[in-house]
T-cell receptor, first 113, second 115 residues
């Protein structure tokens, strides 16, 4: 069965620190990859997505993610976090041809001002 | 664009009653809608997939007679929790997508509490 692992459950950073959140998935075929963010009290919002092409994907608010097929990974990065990045981040995978998304357990990020 | 409205945001009901949750795509046609359930400190668990005009496809372990899903139009899907029990208390989230390989767009979720 397909699964998505996010190894960091809670991350606390100071403003201006760099961020990297890990995401690994288990599926041998073609995948579509996503990062969603959920700010406190708000709904899930798409940060960025990868379908094909350049494995380095740039999203909104300065976030980027790199798809490394050999490692089954899609880690999220931001060079300098802000207090407003405090939120929960979810990695999701859907297999090409289906529309079912499998989500990771989420990483709760807290950025200290 | 791509706004999904979910209603109600919170509902409290008594055990044994039924609750209906609505999910609407406001500015796009949602050929497929998904219903998720989220337990505290856990990930979103897919309950079912519904395509407009056809029966929903339920994930393993999800009781289709308990969680009735209707997707009567391209902009509306409903989830009815029938004969609710306290263990059904949870956060239910709907999402919708357009035709083809497009990302999901999420509603704000519904916090259901069954007393």
């Amino acid at each position: 069965a397909q699964s998505v692992s996010q190894h960091n459950h809670h991350v606390i950073l100071s403003e201006a620190a760099s961020l990297e959140l890990g995401c690994n998935y288990s599926y041998g075929g073609t995948v579509n990859l996503f990062w969603y963010v959920q700010y406190p009290g708000q709904h899930l919002q798409l940060l960025l997505k990868y379908f094909s092409g350049d494995p380095l994907v740039k999203g909104i608010k300065g976030f980027e993610a790199e798809f490394i097929k050999s490692k089954f990974s899609f880690n999220l990065r931001k060079p300098s976090v802000q207090w407003s990045d405090t939120a929960e981040y979810f990695c999701a995978v859907s297999t090409s041809g289906t529309y079912k998304y499998i989500f990771g357990t989420g990483t709760r990020l807290k950025v200290l001002a | 664009g791509a706004v999904v409205s979910q209603h109600p945001s919170r509902v409290i009901c008594k055990s044994g009653t039924s609750v209906k949750i609505e999910c609407r795509s406001l500015d796009f046609q949602a050929t497929t809608m998904f219903w998720y359930r989220q337990f505290p400190k856990q990930s979103l668990m897919l309950m079912a997939t519904s395509n407009e005009g056809s029966k929903a496809t339920y994930e393993q372990g999800v009781e289709k007679d308990k969680f009735l899903i209707n997707h009567a139009s391209l902009t509306l899907s409903t989830l009815t929790v029938t004969s609710a029990h306290p263990e059904d208390s949870s956060f239910y989230i709907c999402s919708a997508k357009m035709r083809g390989s497009s990302p999901l767009h999420f509603g704000n979720g519904t916090r259901l509490t069954v007393t």
